[in-house]
Nanobody, 115 residues
Framework: QVQLVESGGGLVQSGGSLTLSCAASTNSFSSRVVGWYRQAPGNQRDLVATISGGGTTVYADSVKGRFTITRDNAKKTVFLQMNSLKPDDTAVYYC?????????WGQGTQVTVSS
């Protein structure tokens, strides 16, 4: 069973930056799509960014130009660099791994942006 361990969330002021990390336990990491979703209270879980094994990225319109997703296949880790954070970015951020059979989710990490 693939496991994902997230880190890097916290409290930051508006305009600040945070970097989230997600380490995977699978040796298939380098060939699979990984990424981040987020869920604010009362809202559905929405896509933030994804990155394919080949490095192709997809971003939600709301984060384009502010967030950057990268991956380190040797460390089996995906990162989300978040700049120019806004209060609307406040949410629980979930890492995900798209496996061959199923999608695996991390436990979530809270990001709170104060105004």
């Amino acid at each position: 069973q693939v496991q994902l361990v997230e880190s890097g969330g916290g409290l930051v002021q508006s305009g600040g930056s945070l970097t989230l990390s997600c380490a995977a336990s699978t040796n298939s990491f380098s060939s699979r799509v990984v990424g981040w979703y987020r869920q604010a209270p009362g809202n559905q879980r929405d896509l933030v960014a994804t990155i394919s094994g080949g490095g192709t990225t997809v971003y939600a319109d709301s984060v384009k130009g502010r967030f950057t997703i990268t991956r380190d296949n040797a460390k089996k880790t995906v990162f989300l660099q978040m700049n120019s954070l806004k209060p609307d970015d406040t949410a629980v951020y979930y890492c995900y791994y798209r496996g061959i059979v199923s999608t695996v989710w991390g436990q979530g990490t809270q990001v709170t942006v104060s105004s």
